[in-house]
T-cell receptor, first 113, second 117 residues
């Protein structure tokens, strides 16, 4: 069965610190990879996605993620976080054969002003 | 992108009753999904709502408990039947237009927060 593992449940950073959230998945077939974000009181929205091509993808608000196929990883990064980045972040893997997504447990990011 | 609305946004229900949650998408989509999100936990897929056919349920979820309708390409309902306190959760509707290549992005509704007493 497909699974997604997010390494950190809760990350606390100060503003301007760099961020890296880990995501690993277990599935050997073709996948599409996503990071979703859920800001407090808001619904889930897409942060960035990888389908094919350049393994380094850029998303909204200065976020980027790198797909490393050999490591089954899709880590999310941001060089300098802001207080407004406080949110919950979910990594998701879409199995193109099964036609459905599997989500990680989420990482709560708290950025202190 | 797709904009998704859900009704109700929240409800408090008595044990043994049923609640139907509605999900409306502002455009036609091929696939709609229903998820459950327990506080502080990830999203668990309940079922895929297929237009014109029975929903496809994930392990641990059954049609008698979570009947789903998908009458057209923009609308779906999820009913939580014979509720118990364990059904208290946030229920999320999601839509995806898989008819176009490279568009596996899912869009989510705001969720329905259900509390069962």
């Amino acid at each position: 069965a497909q699974s997604v593992s997010q390494h950190n449940h809760h990350v606390i950073l100060s503003e301007a610190a760099s961020l890296e959230l880990g995501c690993n998945y277990s599935y050997g077939g073709t996948v599409n990879l996503f990071w979703y974000v859920q800001y407090p009181g808001q619904h889930l929205q897409l942060l960035l996605k990888y389908f094919s091509g350049d393994p380094l993808v850029k998303g909204i608000k200065g976020f980027e993620a790198e797909f490393i196929k050999s490591k089954f990883s899709f880590n999310l990064r941001k060089p300098s976080v802001q207080w407004s980045d406080t949110a919950e972040y979910f990594c998701a893997v879409y199995n193109t054969n099964a036609g459905k997504s599997t989500f990680g447990d989420g990482t709560t990011l708290t950025v202190k002003p | 992108s797709a904009v998704i609305s859900q009704k109700p946004s929240r409800d408090i229900c008595q044990r043994g009753t049923s609640l139907t949650i509605q999900c409306q998408v502002d455009s036609q989509v091929t696939m709609m999904f229903w998820y459950r999100q327990q506080p502080g936990q990830s999203l668990t897929l309940i079922a895929t709502a297929n237009q014109g056919s029975e929903a496809t349920y994930e392990s641990g979820f059954v049609i008698d408990k979570f009947p789903i309708s998908r009458p057209n390409l923009t609308f779906s309902t999820l009913t939580v039947s014979n509720m118990s306190p364990e059904d208290s959760s946030i229920y999320l509707c999601s839509a995806q237009d898989a008819s176009r290549a490279g568009t596996d992005t899912q869009y989510f509704g705001p969720g329905t927060r259900l509390t069962v007493l």
